[in-house]
Structures are given as C-alpha cells and as structure tokens.
C-alpha cells in the first residue's frame, strides 16, 4: 500500500522559475516530513524537513508547505536553476519508528 | 560524500545465484538501513539493524536477508535471484535507531540479474 502519493512524475522548468512538488498521506501517525534530492548515479540526500507543528519551512530556495487537515506538504523551488536538475522524493515518517515512506519521485529538469 | 560505503558500485549476476552487498556506515552511526529502489516500486525499505541487532523489518523478502556486525558494517544477501530483483539497492545509516534524526544514503549498488 502506497502511503505517500507524489505528484507530478516530472517537471520541467526554465531557469528562474518556480517549480513545485506535491505529496499526500494517508497515515496520520507520520509526524516527520523530509525531502530528498538525488542526482543520477548518487543516493538520496536530505535537502529539507518539516514536522507538521509549523505549516511552513524556508531553507534558501527551498521551501516546505504543510497543511495538516488536508494531509498534503509541497516543495517549492524558488528561483530554479539547471543545478536543481535531479528527481525529488518526499518521505514520510513516524518518528517513534524506524521507516522512511518515500514518495514516487518528481524528475524535475530546470531548462537554461 | 554521505560517509557511507556501498561495494559493489555495479554487479551483474545470472538467475539463481547469490550475492552479497556489503555497508560500511558513517562513523559514529549505530543504525544502518537497506533500502530498494526500482523503477516499479520506487524506493522501498527492506530492513533495519540498530547496534547489531534487527530492529525492523519492511518489504524484504525471505531469500533476501541480512546482518549487521560488531564492526557496525552491514551486509545484504540475496540468494536465488530472478531477474526482478535487479534494482538498486541502498544502505543509510544515522546516529539512532529512530529514522526521525538525518538518514544518509551510500551511492547504492546495482543488481542486474541476466
């Protein structure tokens, strides 16, 4: 059972867009939100996290939106550059436990 | 560089045989992680070892298993392989056991089954 829902499968962007990721879950028990980047040939890495006590996070570009009640959190990439360039998966976690649910992945290409 | 060590990089095995992937995580992180990652099911956790010992366990299935040592590395086998097991397969680790803290991800190995 998929529990994490990601959409779209791939984005694309031109340089100084805002490019946008969407997920949504179903277990209300997650109660921590990363987001990872992951470049071909490399494994993910956290780019930004969010627990679901604030409804928004900026780090930089990056910026996690939450909103609880609908059980939906975004990624937003300000400014996008060709360096974005890589597929994004949102995860999902219940903090108590010991497994990331990941989200199918958003290929996101950022166009010079 | 994450810190975590995967080898192989790449293997190519026939179906039916077995292989072993091995983990070296971050100094310092007790907890590894193996994880999955295919086109059709995307990144799927497998199983945890916290210190040693199992501490949780995913969408693994049982020719599939694993250890983790008293050196904390970590090792995956996958025995009687078919060809929907080429994938590529990911070690983490982090300081704790709880997957709330940073997970950081070794650059994967992958499986092609022929």
């Known amino acids: 059972q998929q529990q994490v829902k990601q959409s779209p499968q791939s984005l694309i962007v031109q340089k100084g867009g805002i490019s946008i990721i969407n997920c949504a879950y179903e277990?209300?028990?997650?109660?921590?939100f990363p987001w990872y980047q992951q470049f071909p040939g490399k494994g993910p890495a956290l780019l930004i996290a969010?627990?679901?006590?604030?409804s928004e996070k900026k780090e930089g570009r990056f910026t996690i939106s939450f909103n609880k009640s609908a059980k939906q959190f975004s990624l937003h990439i300000m400014d996008s550059q060709p360096g974005d360039s890589a597929t994004y998966f949102c995860?999902?976690?219940?903090?108590?436990?010991?497994?990331?649910?990941f989200g199918e992945g958003t290929q996101l290409t950022v166009n010079p | 560089d994450s810190g975590v060590t995967q080898t192989p990089k790449h293997l190519i095995t026939a179906t039916g045989q077995r292989v072993t992937l091995r983990c070296s995580p971050r100094?310092?992180?007790?907890?590894v992680y193996w994880y999955q990652q295919s086109l059709d099911q995307g990144l799927q956790f497998l199983i945890q070892?916290?210190?040693?010992?199992?501490?949780a366990k995913g969408n693994i299935l049982e020719r599939f298993s694993a250890q983790q040592f008293p050196d904390l590395h970590s090792e995956l086998n996958l025995s009687s392989l078919e060809l929907g097991d080429s994938a590529l397969y990911f070690c983490?680790?982090?300081?704790?056991?709880?997957?709330?803290?940073?997970?950081?991800f070794g650059e994967g190995s992958w499986l092609t089954v022929v």
């Open positions: 100094s310092g992180d007790l907890s």
């Open positions: 969010i627990r679901p006590d604030v």
């Open positions: 277990n209300t028990a997650f109660d921590y």
């Open positions: 070892y916290y210190n040693g010992e199992e501490r």
């Open positions: 983490a680790s982090s300081v704790t056991v709880y997957s709330g803290n940073t997970i950081y």
């Open positions: 995860a999902a976690v219940v903090t108590s436990g010991s497994r990331l649910t």
